[in-house]
């Protein structure tokens, strides 16, 4: 909305349009949040939320074919844009490199662990999510039990907030996992990273729809190595430090398969190509 009030500037400036996603095409992904809360509000939501994604579309549209330049964070951003806003000129978009924060780095994991009470046999797998479908939580919980028959030892932390946590808990109670599936909700940037830094694997299983994955790359630079389905751009990353780290599909053994290659191969993954942080 401080988009539509730019464009009706009667002076306009160049503009450089940072394309991080389409908020339109999210929406059209997974919906409005208020649809998912009890009562008028959801429906309410779910009446405006096609006039929303039109409106919205229409702005960003606007300020797409309008900008100097454009930025990008990854091809699949690239063709994000050529697919679904037409008459953009594809000569202004620039992929541009995203600089991790010089805070994500390597961390003494021995230390963090016993400071977060982890015994030394365990593993220990994260996520960092919005509780949302299009985030694949919901997935991820489902097909845990076929880790743990592999990895008795194994946890998974779950960092984030969204209106799919009320259901995830009911479901941790269903399938007899709440001691082995942990939520933790939103960290402080320092508890985040010293998750990052004591972790042994991270997992990105998106849905759908996802620009960059800022979090994969955040992860990578703590040297932590990350598996990820194979949606949107995190095959771009991914790809480029080994094949085996994407799940070409989404189902328990593909899952598993990753998982293994990381504790198999852990000394022989590359990391430090994505370990790009702003000095």
Request: proline share 4%; with cysteine.
């Amino acid at each position: 909305y401080i988009g539509k009030a730019f464009l009706k500037c009667k002076n306009q400036t160049p503009y450089i349009y940072m394309f991080h996603a389409s908020t339109a095409l999210e929406t059209m992904a997974q919906g409005l949040d208020l649809e998912h809360q009890a009562g008028v509000k959801s429906l309410i939501a779910k009446i405006i939320k096609p006039f929303f994604i039109i409106y919205t579309k229409i702005i960003e549209h606007k300020l797409l074919k309008q900008a100097e330049t454009i930025w990008v964070l990854s091809e699949f951003s690239k063709k994000i844009i050529s697919r679904h806003f037409s008459n953009v000129q594809t000569a202004k978009i620039e992929k541009i490199q995203y600089l991790t924060p010089a805070q994500f780095k390597p961390g003494d994991k021995d230390k963090l662990r016993e400071q977060y009470d982890i015994k030394p046999n365990s593993l220990v797998a994260i996520t960092v999510r919005r509780l949302v479908p299009r985030m694949g939580i919901d997935w991820l919980i489902n097909n845990w039990r076929h880790v743990l028959n592999k990895y008795p030892n194994i946890k998974l932390y779950i960092i984030g907030t969204g209106y799919l946590e009320g259901e995830i808990r009911t479901k941790l109670v269903q399938k007899n996992l709440i001691n082995q599936v942990i939520l933790l909700g939103k960290l402080p940037e320092q508890k985040l990273i010293e998750y990052y830094q004591l972790a042994d694997l991270f997992i990105l299983p998106t849905k759908n729809y996802e620009g960059l994955g800022l979090v994969t790359l955040e992860a990578l630079a703590c040297d932590l190595p990350v598996i990820g389905t194979n949606i949107g751009a995190t095959p771009e990353i991914l790809n480029k430090i080994n094949s085996h780290l994407i799940m070409p599909t989404m189902d328990s053994v593909s899952l598993l398969n990753s998982i293994d290659y990381v504790f198999v191969n852990r000394d022989n993954l590359d990391l430090a190509s994505f370990n790009n942080t702003d000095k």
